[in-house]
């Protein structure tokens, strides 16, 4: 059985997550989610770490980064 369940609330988050979790929660392409995670972190991008050749994002980290991003648009 597929799978069909968008991760669209902090409660449906895992505490580890994909591309696919930030994805889904952001309205945002997967490619984006890539690119986000290429970039180093004082430039924006999203602070992951890898496990093998897959890339994850702590929950933690994901809602901190998520909070830098609001406090920009206030100060910009």
């Given at each position: 059985?597929h799978?069909?369940?968008?991760h669209?609330?902090?409660?449906?988050?895992?505490?580890t997550?994909?591309?696919q979790?930030?994805?889904?929660?952001?309205?945002?392409?997967?490619?984006?989610?890539y690119e986000?995670?290429?970039?180093?972190?004082?430039?924006?991008?999203?602070p992951?770490?890898?496990?093998?050749?897959?890339?994850?994002?702590?929950?933690?980290?994901?809602?901190h980064?998520?909070?830098?991003?609001k406090?920009?648009?206030f100060h910009?």
């Open positions: 059985m799978n069909t369940k968008k669209t609330t902090w409660e449906s988050l895992p505490d997550l994909t591309a979790h930030i994805s889904e929660f952001l309205g945002i392409s997967r490619r984006r989610v986000l995670f290429q970039m180093n972190e004082k430039d924006g991008g999203i992951n770490f890898k496990i093998g050749a897959t890339i994850r994002v702590d929950k933690a980290d994901f809602k980064w998520i909070t830098l991003k406090e920009e648009q910009a």
